[in-house]
């Protein structure tokens, strides 16, 4: 194949092996990779795409109409090695033909473990826990000291019950929750599985002591947590949000941890992220805060990798691909 | 806003009653009524039901730290019934300073290797505890840890804090998944096959449990397969320790266990610190022959500060929290209550333990 013929692709980090491999060895492709586990600074991710047939990336790259733009007209997929796609201006993307490839189901299970583990820890404390144990704090046993909220017997709401939703519910069930609900722009059929109960919005954060965020990030939800939602929920309640950032309105939600207005809260995403170290809400003790590490266990980013790798071939060579987004 | 602020309010009541330390309930015929005395502040609701009975008089210790030995030893003279936590040593001498009217020992836990019981059982006393009550707070708390541990939150929650968190990166921070896993329960009790049904829907692929012979009925109910210790060892990719704290089970957490163990292993203890040798446990984390464990319980308790496992990334330690739940720590204040009243008319307990 003459240099010409060769399919240019553009990588903006570097990825698990899994991944790279199956670029490698596709002869067809003339890989670029930002060789860094850095994000590729934007200049350079403008000029890298130059030409470019494919484009893998990750969720820390916007892709706008200036990158889309800065490609030009070879440009035929995106690969995005994540299940959201806020990143992505998907108008200007369907607009020009591009086809796009996602990673869904992959990381389903690894991040609703994850999700699950943030609302345990959240609930029963253990930052806390560990906190007073290295500073000296821990005295002895105590009866009601450090008592945080279990979840048999309570209420579980899930708002979006996709299939992270969904397989959070699953996650859930085992620990005595009484009653599961969910709430989205419809009921779904696979909630019966978990025997939940859709309901409004609005009652669902009433009547929940444990609020779970699963939905995807669009106009309708961006700033849906905020001082209303907060104000209805139970003084006892726990919040956990491992969908995006801009769905909470984090002034409110910390007003809400610092009044009592609810027990505590625990986020994997925040705005923007990296969230600063000055920020407030690092500031609570009610409030849990993970680096966005939902995804985050090496086999599942090694799949990951994989499917997005296998994404990216498949809409460079006009064939099905595993996991296309319907734009 | 951590604390119910019901639950507060009573106690602080029942303190104002009368003099600092003590605590005592008033009935008509006091001087009549069987003694009882009660080693720490526990939660309101036990306190009630002694109180309403109208059987006892019962005296506290109203406070949140363990009541001194010598204070203790004095407090039992006399005594027909003790109320304690498991920071009280019943052993012998305070069995002796308490004297021929004691009949019964209400312990609020469901551990018991805080009591001598072939001294409790020489005197004929009957002894109630906690089981059941608190299986769901502590194996909710066991499973916390363990995801905790294998994904590695603690090490999160400070990086997002102290600035190590730069933005999304492929493999920063990446842990070790249930999904496709073998679990390994090192005695498979009450509280061992509650932790395996919470652990099921994450995808686990296989149970496997060891104990001093099978459990059949209780493993049918996870499916869990029966294996040596070494297997058990050598197969789990997660491995909870939930035995109880017996001379069997001392120290059997060892170079001999960890050594075994594979190299992406998370390693689990809510059960005793006794039952684990701490310094192996170290070397264990420090050279890599396990990914991470994660402790409820430790010895001492509590850990001082400048105990190696605290230098260590890999290894989460909690201040023994298994059952604090608001409603658990309630529900087992009720029980110790009651176990003691029933032990004193004479009639089964709810919950007594067999000597």
């Not at chain 1, 290295?134 to 105590?142: A, F, R």
């Not at chain 1, 669902?204 to 002591?209: A, M, N, P, R, T």
């Not at chain 1, 986020?267 to 000055?278: Q, W």
């Not at chain 2, 059949?216 to 050598?234: C, F, H, T």
Request: net charge neutral; glycine share 8%; charged share 20%.
């Amino acid at each position: 194949m003459s240099a010409q013929d060769m399919l240019k692709v553009f990588i903006t980090r570097r990825i698990p092996q899994e991944g790279m491999k199956i670029l490698q060895e596709d002869g067809r492709c003339n890989l670029s990779v930002w060789d860094s586990d850095e994000p590729v600074p934007r200049a350079e991710l403008l000029k890298g795409v130059a030409g470019a047939h494919g484009l893998l990336c990750l969720l820390s790259d916007r892709i706008d109409a200036e990158v889309l733009d800065a490609a030009g007209p070879n440009l035929k997929v995106i690969s995005t090695l994540s299940v959201g796609f806020d990143h992505l201006a998907i108008d200007e993307i369907k607009k020009r033909g591009i086809r796009v490839g996602y990673t869904p189901d992959v990381l389903t299970d690894t991040t609703a473990e994850l999700t699950v583990a943030l609302l345990l820890a959240t609930a029963r404390r253990l930052p806390e826990g560990v906190q007073e144990v290295k500073n000296g704090g821990w005295s002895t046993w105590k009866p009601l000291w450090l008592c945080g909220y279990g979840l048999s017997g309570s209420t579980v709401g899930v708002i979006g019950l996709g299939r992270i939703g969904l397989a959070i519910a699953r996650r859930l069930k085992p620990f005595g929750v009484k009653r599961l609900l969910y709430t989205g722009r419809q009921p779904k059929p696979q909630a019966q599985e978990v025997d939940g109960e859709y309901v409004p919005l609005e009652r669902l954060v009433s009547e929940s002591d444990f609020v779970v965020v699963a939905c995807s990030l669009t106009p309708d939800t961006q700033g849906l947590c905020d001082k209303a939602f907060f104000g209805k929920m139970k003084k006892s309640s726990v919040f956990i949000n491992t969908s995006r950032g801009a769905v909470v309105n984090q002034e409110d939600l910390f007003d809400a941890l610092k009044s009592g207005q609810i027990a505590a809260a625990g986020l994997d995403v925040t705005t923007p992220e990296p969230l600063p170290t000055n920020h407030p809400l690092l500031t609570l003790k009610n409030c849990v805060i993970l680096p966005h590490i939902g995804s985050a266990t090496y086999s599942t980013r090694g799949v990951m990798a994989e499917l997005s790798a296998n994404n990216l071939l498949a809409g460079l060579t006009g064939t099905e691909m595993q996991s296309e987004l319907k734009l | 806003m951590w604390c119910s602020r019901a639950a507060l309010g009573r106690l602080r009541r029942i303190g104002t009653e009368i003099a600092p330390r003590t605590v005592t309930g008033f009935h008509r015929a006091m001087s009549t009524l069987p003694k009882v005395y009660v080693t720490r502040k526990v939660p309101p609701v036990g306190l009630e039901i002694l109180r309403k009975s109208g059987q006892v008089q019962f005296e506290m210790w109203d406070s949140d730290d363990p009541v001194p030995r010598q204070e203790l030893l004095k407090k039992v003279k006399g005594c027909a019934g003790i109320l304690c936590v498991l920071t009280e040593k019943i052993d012998a001498e305070l069995l002796d300073a308490a004297g021929p009217n004691l009949k019964v020992l209400s312990t609020m836990s469901v551990g018991f290797d805080h009591l001598s019981l072939d001294e409790l059982k020489k005197r004929e006393i009957s002894v109630g505890y906690t089981p059941d009550v608190l299986t769901d707070a502590v194996a909710e708390l066991t499973v916390a840890l363990l995801l905790t541990t294998s994904r590695r939150l603690i090490e999160a929650t400070h990086e997002a804090k102290t600035g190590g968190w730069g933005t999304w990166r492929t493999l920063w921070l990446c842990g070790h998944e249930l999904a496709n896993s073998t679990v390994g329960i090192l005695g498979l009790g009450r509280i061992g096959v509650a932790i395996a049904e919470r652990l099921k829907p994450f995808k686990v692929k296989k149970f496997i449990y060891t104990d001093v012979e099978p459990r059949p009925e209780l493993a049918d109910m996870i499916q869990a397969d029966y294996v040596s210790l070494d297997e058990l060892a050598k197969q789990s990719d997660f491995l909870a320790i939930c035995c109880a704290l017996t001379p069997e089970t001392q120290g059997i957490c060892n170079k001999n266990l960890f050594t075994k163990m594979k190299k992406n292993s998370i390693f689990i203890n809510t059960s005793r610190g006794g039952v684990v040798n701490q310094e192996d446990l170290y070397e264990a984390l420090s050279t890599g022959l396990i990914a991470g464990a994660g402790l409820d319980v430790t010895t001492p308790e509590p850990l001082p500060t400048n105990h190696p496992l605290f230098t260590l990334k890999n290894c989460v330690i909690l201040p023994h929290i298994a059952s604090a739940s608001y409603t658990t720590r309630n529900a087992m204040s009720a029980l110790a209550a009651n176990n003691l009243l029933a032990g004193l008319r004479g009639e089964p307990m709810p919950k007594e333990l067999k000597l």
